[in-house]
């Protein structure tokens, strides 16, 4: 049997061991150059919701490499005194070129059978095959035991992140209207280089990627309406790239007719799209939103040193004096003195309980309280998800301004975006898209643009951290 069907075949019983320290396994490949930086640095910052998916992605990722790689591993596993001791399971498992580990069990033919094989001795790879049983059987009692173990201490930890497991994560549609139809609007050259720079990082993020090319006002919707019936249960996320003209709240099509921002996103709710529900939503609209130019502003200069160091001085002075606190006190007595302390007492009093008596005699009341006895019985079903949750919206620009588009080498915000995500899938911080999007913000309000500013704006309800990384 060749390195490569042994690790195939015995894979599960070789993650469930590994997964006991999954970076040291990460670490040794690496120093032994069975992966390259560029895989290293991947391995590491993937997203999975357990251990076990690491050490599945370094397995898998091996096994790719083919059979020279997969005969390295299974040296590196035998001969490492460091790994032999982290993992002491392996002693028990037949480590050689013949039979790495047991076979897994394959279904029985007519003419098996559960007894031992004829002259009453067990084979070679029947003792193997029981080995690898109770082996595998222990891990899975461990992890099970280190699992409620944890939930006694009260510290499972409750994951902050969009799971992104499956392969695609998901749908990229970029709409990318270019030729309009009317005198109105101009036709949008530089667009395509928008559009091959979406294409090329959300591929390499993992997205099916679907360009739509000048679309009508209803045209657009029909697609939108479309795509929000789509059957998303395979996939982990939704990206919609809008580039075309705009005005407040709204994009144009071709035909110079106006679609509002909230057509574009209304297909996605939860209610209308429910296999898309507690699943992220991400939006990016390249649009102008008005016909206003954004102007820029010098900030305030800090205080001069001088003045600071004054200011520190005469703030000591005070402290030190006495006046201070003969003044606090002296208040103080004065308040409690005063005949009105007590009457604004009172007068509070008064109007608190007045408040009270018109709830108690209100209806409103009777709409309150069963909500709030419902809550406090656990009747709350935390389960649904709000219509309007998982959604981020991209925009170009801040209301009634225009944005800026170079015919040759596509929009401001566009190639910004486009530029955050790709330093943001090579990093091994785990970047959120929020972080990524204020960077955007950051990095394009820096510019100036024939002599005006342009000023991203994303608007938001997610409620989870969403990192993209390259897949």
């Not at 690790?7 to 006991?20: D, E, M, Y």
């Not at 999954?22 to 560029?38: A, C, G, S, Y």
């Not at 789509?230 to 005005?247: I, M, P, Q, T």
Request: with cysteine; charged share 25%; proline share 4%.
């Amino acid at each position: 049997m060749s390195a490569k069907d042994t690790v195939r075949r015995n894979k599960t019983a070789i993650v469930a061991t590994l997964s006991g320290d999954r970076m040291l396994i990460l670490n040794k490949v690496h120093e032994n150059n069975l992966i390259t930086d560029r895989e290293y640095k991947n391995l590491k910052s993937i997203e999975k919701e357990d251990v076990e998916g690491h050490v599945v992605a370094l397995v898998d990722k091996l096994m790719y490499k083919g059979e020279k790689s997969c005969n390295a591993f299974l040296k590196l596993l035998q001969t490492d005194e460091e790994i032999k001791a982290t993992y002491p399971e392996l002693e028990s498992m037949w480590l050689n070129d013949t039979c790495i580990l047991p076979t897994p069990v394959q279904a029985c033919s007519v003419d098996d059978s559960d007894g031992p094989p004829p002259g009453g001795k067990r084979t070679k790879e029947a003792v193997a095959q029981e080995a690898a049983e109770h082996h595998l059987t222990r891990m899975k009692l461990e992890k099970l035991e280190r699992q409620i173990a944890q939930l006694k201490q009260g510290n499972m930890p409750l994951t902050d992140y969009y799971a992104l497991k499956n392969k695609p994560r998901g749908l990229c549609v970029v709409i990318n209207n270019e030729d309009f139809q009317g005198s109105m609007l101009n036709n949008r050259k530089g667009t395509q280089v928008d559009v091959e720079a979406l294409s090329s990082v959300f591929t390499r993020l993992g997205f099916t990627v679907l360009v739509h090319n000048n679309l009508t006002a209803e045209d657009m919707r029909r697609e939108l309406q479309k795509l929000g019936s789509r059957d998303f249960l395979d996939e982990d996320a939704l990206v919609v790239c809008v580039l075309s003209h705009g005005e407040l709240e709204c994009v144009f099509g071709t035909d110079e007719q106006q679609v509002s921002l909230k057509e574009l996103t209304r297909p996605f709710t939860s209610r209308l799209a429910p296999t898309l529900a507690g699943k992220p939503k991400l939006f990016f609209i390249q649009a102008c939103q008005g016909s206003g130019y954004q102007t820029g502003a010098v900030p305030c200069p800090p205080k001069p040193r001088q003045e600071e160091m004054v200011r520190q001085s005469l703030e000591e002075v005070v402290r030190q004096s006495p006046l201070e606190e003969v003044v606090r006190q002296s208040l103080g007595e004065v308040v409690r003195q005063s005949p009105l302390e007590e009457a604004v007492r009172r007068s509070l009093e008064v109007v608190r309980q007045s408040l009270e008596e018109v709830v108690r005699q209100s209806t409103l009341e009777e709409v309150v309280r069963p909500s709030t006895l419902e809550a406090d019985a656990g009747v709350v079903h935390n389960e649904m998800v709000a219509c309007e949750a998982d959604m981020l919206l991209g925009m170009a620009t801040v209301p009634e301004c225009h944005t800026f588009r170079n015919v040759s080498t596509g929009s401001i915000y566009i190639q910004e975006l486009c530029k955050q995500l790709r330093r943001s899938a090579e990093s091994l911080e785990k970047d959120d898209i929020l972080t990524v999007l204020t960077c955007v913000n950051r990095e394009v309000s820096k510019g100036q643009y024939l002599n005006y500013k342009q000023m991203p704006m994303p608007k938001y309800t997610l409620t989870k951290k969403l990192v993209l990384k390259y897949v």
